[in-house]
């Protein structure tokens, strides 16, 4: 018997479990997937080197089946189960929502407005910086309000980076550094960044922040971690007004926990088909799911590019990350700007917010090219020198307006390796979204030719692809019948369950949303702590 069960150990999952054991709670934690231990080079080498596969994080096979419906979605592309979740493989960039954010609805009229506020976020956003060790610098003017510096400097802008600000300079764009979670200087025995520059989708060194060092935390101040045991279903009591235990498989047996308090933070696919796979007498529709609601309105960031060759080296390879953005678009995507090269024309489409990033891309794999070519020598040379070393791109997060036909559902006919129906996921764009990519398209190709760039290649409605941030399928609402969560992000009709995920969004901004999630876990168990 816990306190509390964790379902998940991925950032949120660990940032409540590490708040609520250090708090003197017995908790328990159930991970679905192993603990990744051993050296971090070696997986690194797996994912660089030519000929080999295998997934860098063991994702595939009849466990992590699902299939995929409208657009299709690539699931399986960048998910992790294992200790540590989605940080395993993230990229590392932390930004905060905007004000805007929370009041879509009222705002621009369309989407939600959250039942919170930043305000109501806002202590925890900086709490949330300190525990994740985040660089960045206080010289962004589109960004919110804080209240402390971040705790770490920001990185310097990457040599590709400084080509770009004349440019963006005349045609009257203001840059500013991207805060990221990792070290740009040593810090609680981890070093400071080395520029491996394959962060995405493993850093051997660890100076990226992942949810392991929270697990650790939790793990040392009592909490108890069950690896490779998958939750197969929540039971409840005799009313259906509180869930009792946890159904999961561990070492080729069904086990069951039981618990005062239930935190699911297995993201935003697995917890709605855990509430979907517990169904039972009083909940015939699936846990929570009152509204039916649960894996409704399921989003995502899509990404818009362009680049091509500047005829110039541009040293991209030496950062695996983003150092420099522009936000100024953000909650304004139509406004036009004005400089000596004439600006950015405005725009009166309906758009959706949208944040612009330079990306680090040096262009195609040296490697690759060789091993696609049939020539040798000094000619194979000539072509790899001439493929790489030049390039330059921008890319581009767009938010995705939240429907309710985008959703995650089971699909009876196809099972994973306990026999459950795998998720299935329903996909597909709206107008709003692709008009925002289009605009996204149309601020970066005029960049890139003030750059002074052959323009090679376009990303954009009919080609972008997610960003893999799962959202929105068990929203946030005040009104049981309009989401899944309270303000507290408690189960509307279950007295003691509580969702810890980027899943409680009614909408999804176009910032990374690691640093919400993390903010929200840390919100959530204060809320799950009052009640213990």
């Known amino acids: 018997m816990s306190d509390v069960c964790v379902v998940g150990s991925g950032p949120a999952g660990a940032l409540v479990a590490d708040r609520l054991a250090s708090a003197g709670h017995d908790v328990t934690v159930l991970e679905a997937g192993p603990r990744f231990d051993g050296d971090r080079t070696a997986r690194m080498e797996r994912f660089i080197r030519p000929g080999d596969d295998r997934p860098v994080w063991d994702v595939g096979g009849e466990r992590d089946a699902y299939t995929t419906g409208g657009r299709g979605y690539p699931l399986n ?43 109501d976020l806002r202590p925890y956003y900086a709490a949330a910086e300190r525990a994740l060790g985040v660089a960045g610098a206080a010289d962004n003017p589109f960004a919110p309000p ?50 491996y520059g394959t962060c995405r989708p493993v850093c051997p060194s660890g100076a990226k922040y992942t949810a392991e060092r929270h697990v650790d935390s939790a793990a040392a101040a009592g909490a108890t971690l069950v690896t490779e045991a998958p939750v197969q279903r929540l039971e409840t009591d005799e009313r259906g007004q509180r869930v009792t235990r946890a159904v999961y498989v561990h070492e080729g047996a069904e086990r069951t926990l039981t618990a005062d308090r239930f935190v699911l933070a297995a993201g935003g696919v697995e917890t709605p088909r855990l ?5 039972n007498d009083h909940h015939p529709d699936g846990l929570a799911n009152g509204s039916g609601l649960v894996g409704r309105y399921f989003t995502e960031h899509l990404f818009a590019g362009a680049g091509g060759r500047l005829g110039e080296p541009t040293r991209q390879n030496h950062v695996g990350f983003n150092t420099t953005e522009c936000h100024g ?27 612009l990033e330079l990306l680090n891309y040096a262009g195609p794999s040296p490697v690759g090219v060789a091993l696609e070519s049939e020539q040798w020598g000094d000619a194979l040379l000539e072509r790899i020198r001439g493929a790489y070393g030049d390039h330059v791109a921008m890319g581009a997060l767009v938010e995705q307006t939240p429907r309710p036909e985008n959703r995650v559902t089971l699909d009876p006919e196809v099972t994973d390796d306990h026999g459950n129906p795998v998720p299935r996921v329903e996909w597909s764009l709206d107008e709003r979204t692709r008009r925002t990519i289009e605009r996204a398209n149309e601020i970066q190709h005029a960049v890139l030719e003030e750059l002074g760039a052959d323009v090679q290649w376009t990303v954009g409605p009919d080609t972008s692809g997610p960003a893999y941030h799962h959202m929105g399928t068990t929203r946030m ?13 408690r189960c509307h009709g279950l007295d003691n369950c509580w969702i810890a995920s980027s899943s409680v969004f009614p909408t999804g901004g176009a910032m990374n949303p690691t640093l919400t999630i993390a903010a929200l ?8 702590a009052a009640t213990l």
């Open 477 to 489: 609402s005040r009104d049981p019948s309009a989401g899944v969560v309270d303000a507290d992000c």
């Open 146 to 195: 804080r209240e402390e510096p971040f705790p770490m400097p920001a990185f310097p802008p990457s040599y590709s980076d400084s080509l770009f600000a004349p440019a963006c300079e005349r045609l009257g764009l203001t840059t500013h550094s991207v805060p990221n979670a990792r070290n740009s200087e040593s810090r609680d025995g981890a070093s400071a960044c080395v520029g």
């Open 329 to 355: 678009f953000y909650d304004d995507p139509g406004r036009g700007t004005e400089g000596t090269a004439g600006g950015i024309p405005a725009s009166d489409a309906d758009l959706a917010p949208m944040k």
């Open 275 to 279: 509430l979907l796979l517990s169904a």
């Open 77 to 119: 592309a960048a998910r992790v189960k294992g200790v540590g979740g989605s940080t395993l493989h993230w990229q590392g960039m932390v930004m905060r929502l905007h004000e805007s954010d929370f009041r879509r609805r009222s705002r621009d009229g369309y989407g939600a407005d959250w039942p919170i506020g930043y305000d």
């Open 521 to 528: 876990a840390l919100r959530v168990a204060d809320s799950v």
